[in-house]
């Protein structure tokens, strides 16, 4: 259950974060792993699973998707330069737990299962995290970061988070 202390935390993260970081120069500042580059606070497995999961849970529709957006480096960036140690910790724990968890619902390496059998364990994995005794906050907070990294980019921002004045077609005559 969210408790209302998250639900703030999360809006000022996704508000007041994207503000701050315009006024601190950029995301491009933040974003220390650009596409190609070698992350700086994941280690290449931890990356892999966090572009894996990110992509499955935001995955390129007729928008882009997390990985068009670059979220993996996003939050590779936000965990070096902004993340207390404390929250890294955390995180790291919590991707260790999610790798382990999700190895077992693809009976196999998730990193190398098929799209199918990897979005299956994915969302298996996700119902159980939010049932009402869920025990995954780990998780929880990752698909957290992974959203709001995600229309803090540009990307997101912008694409994702149009807004229509009129939404669909307008008729402006219309018999009554």
């Excluded at 572009?51 to 390129?60: G, K, Q, V, Y």
């Excluded at 068009?68 to 919590?94: C, F, I, Q």
């Excluded at 190895?103 to 190398?112: P, S």
Aim: charged fraction near 20%; include cysteine.
């Amino acid at each position: 259950m969210t408790t209302r202390r998250e639900v703030l935390q999360g809006l000022i993260v996704s508000i007041g974060g994207a503000t701050a970081l315009t006024a601190c120069g950029g995301v491009a500042n933040v974003l220390s792993t650009m596409p190609g580059s070698a992350p700086r606070f994941y280690t290449s497995a931890e990356y892999a699973l966090v572009t894996r999961i990110s992509d499955l849970i935001i995955p390129r529709t007729e928008t882009p998707g997390a990985v068009d957006a670059n979220v993996p480096g996003y939050m590779d960036g936000l965990m070096t330069d902004w993340a207390s140690s404390e929250t890294k910790n955390a995180h790291r724990s919590a991707l260790r737990q999610i790798k382990s968890e999700l190895d077992q619902l693809a009976r196999g390496n998730f990193l190398d299962a098929s799209d199918s059998v990897a979005g299956h364990s994915l969302a298996e994995f996700d119902a159980a995290a939010f049932e009402q005794n869920g025990d995954a906050s780990g998780y929880k907070r990752m698909k957290g970061y992974v959203s709001q990294s995600y229309f803090a980019t540009e990307e997101g921002a912008t694409e994702e988070l149009k807004w229509v004045a009129i939404p669909g077609r307008w008729d402006p005559s219309v018999e009554i």
